[in-house]
């Protein structure tokens, strides 16, 4: 870093990828760079950005002569400060990180991938190296929730978080929800929107909240987490009638992010969930992004905003930005993550109230049958909700001489759901399960 | 600060009040205190607690020891590193402030009204003596919306805040709304829940909620400003008619402290208003506050929780004292406040849209009149609605041969919309102007 004219730290930055944020942080630095000068103090310079084709117009102007197809040589150049690594994926992610870090340099990142596959290896070298590795932007875009847990929350004995962390998921049940449209036709109108990509399964089975899920475990209890161990379940499954359902039942379904420790274990899931329909979580729509987080003395926080989208998360990666350069001038600042083993909670010692949706014969003995199972498995029923059988196929998904049960339990434990689950799977009069969704927040 | 045996710096720490939040604070030190040195790296040491009298209980077990009358010795005390200042009000709490910033040490303060009044010369003196003076607890309580403008959005082009940052007059405003209450029952609720003080001046016309304004003010803009120089009106006039006719119309009322700068302009005002239902602040429930943020990157982020009560506002202060301590290790991670002068907008040229109640004689002509008078001044009606006579008196406030009529404009200007009311109160066919409250999120 030098100093510019009015004695501001000149920082030079080096870009990894210019696409949809990357593009957006160019275009920030490029037009607003005297704005950001006279609020930050700090004079950033872009000073190279590497794309795999110089040949593209990569729809940021004057950026041009900065480009280059050299990523390596970008990373390991001493006229660099400080780098953003927006490419994305793992490979070549990786290694450039790894190398800007061994260079030296402060690392700014929005990679959940990268960080949830290899976020203990890339912290340990940023310790090593002795400078930052900051990824605000890795969760929730705009949010600036990384930073609450790592600094404001820091003497905070966090109990809990449970986050909407995927803006397409939550979009296309925000649909369902208001119009009556199926999966398939939500999931439709999100692509048309650009919301959901043409291969939606990162999103719609949760394998992107899993990833933030880990980053969020990684942050709040320093725990060191395999992305497999992951509980995962998508929103694929969730049905129009469990919609309507939860609506009667005041409750909205939400695919959640939990993270929770308790005595030193940990419990990490994604997975759909009935949330009670006055509580935060519930009012947060469309392609927002919400963590709500519980401890011991804070009580309750709820951090809303763009989960994604270029210019909010640019903003986010230009947060860090500002950070990691101040700490570049006191060396002492730069806060490390450091991680350790925490036994892992399995799901089936999971324990929350369920929605359990059921097809079944409609003749007298079956409600008294079913009752029988769940009581064998310890599980109490808190309300049961039978639609007549003369109702309309297409409101409850009965047909003629069936009747469509929906149960919402008592806290039980997951795996005595599961067992009844498993031998309603097999009795003759239980046509179809429906749904089972666990009830969070209540 | 020394160090521990386990290398960690030690942090002895001056407490200067040991009331609600003082003494949260002192519990979290004395009983919590290796968890805070496990997780943070940072040995706090609770080293004296002024109070102003040794002979009371101050109901912290093992305070005892640490207490003392003489504050004045503690903020010059070299045995003392970091001063936490809980005493609230501005006399004796400034001078104790400035000595021990004069003396080197950091402070961190949770003085709302301490630093509306006499921010500018605090920041001042901090800054001259190159340390922290951090506040997170001042606003919000536990909500890390200081370090979210402060920090997280130092690159960002902030636009507009808008806080709920009163939990009295929200939880009033949400009682109103939920049993139809008055105002005043909802007032002697909350007196008897202990959510509102005997005296509720502060609170319920707005006070409290200018000083955090001011406050926000400071922050996300830098801007100078004199608590005086705030709009502020409370939310004792809103009646139950207005609560019924929000909720009728699909708003919600909320005490808001509203903020934004345009072209270099401030605007700084603290009001009820009717907020549409589905925006995040309209699920703002309770004693709960929340600040939404509009930023040219960001787009829209809303942060939620307790903003006040003793636990969650000392884990704010709690955060604030573990940045003081590690920019103590490394001096230059200061961040300083510098305030400067900035022209302040009239609430006359506010321009919004309106929601006007009015009691009327019910005879024909009067509406015209009515609807004249808006005219003439620029103010075009969004909707009208009128109670029919025959509506009980009791739900729409109206007496035998009268109507109510309740409008919502257009965005309008403050000054027109004041200088209608001029006009209307001088109708012989307008027996009472009911309500003025403004739209704001629509």
Known sequence: MGTSGQERPVVRVGLLGCGNIGGALARLLLSDGEWIADRTELDFRLTRVAVHSTALDWGVPGIGPLLTEDAASVVADPEIDIVVELIGGTKPAKQLVLSALSHGKPVVTANKELLAKHGPELWKAAAAAGVDLLFEASVGGGIP?????RESLAGERVQRLVGIVNGTTNYILTRMTASGASYEEALAEA????????????DVEGHD???KATILANVAFGAELALAD????GI????????VAATRLGFVIKLLAVVEAEDGVIAVRVHPAMVPKDHPLASVHDSFNALFIEGASVGQLMLLGRGAGGPPTASAVLGDMVDAAH????KGAVRRLELHHMPL??????RCPYYLSLRVVDRPGVLSAIAGVLGEHRV???SMEQDAPETETTATGAEEGEARLVFVTHPAYERDMQACLHVLRHLDAVHEIGGLIRVVGA
Chains 1, 2 share one sequence.
Do not use: C, F, W
């Open 209 to 211: 909240a899993a990833s």
């Open 345 to 350: 909670k399995p799901i089936d010692e999971l």
């Open 230 to 233: 992951v509980y995962r379940e």
């Open 191 to 202: 692509q048309s929107l650009g919301y959901a990509e043409s291969n939606p399964t990162a």
């Open 327 to 330: 700490n570049m001038t006191a």
């Open 236 to 243: 694929s499954k969730v049905s129009p009638l469990d919609i």
């Open 145 to 149: 929730l990384v930073r609450a847990l």
């Open 380 to 382: 109490s029923v808190r």
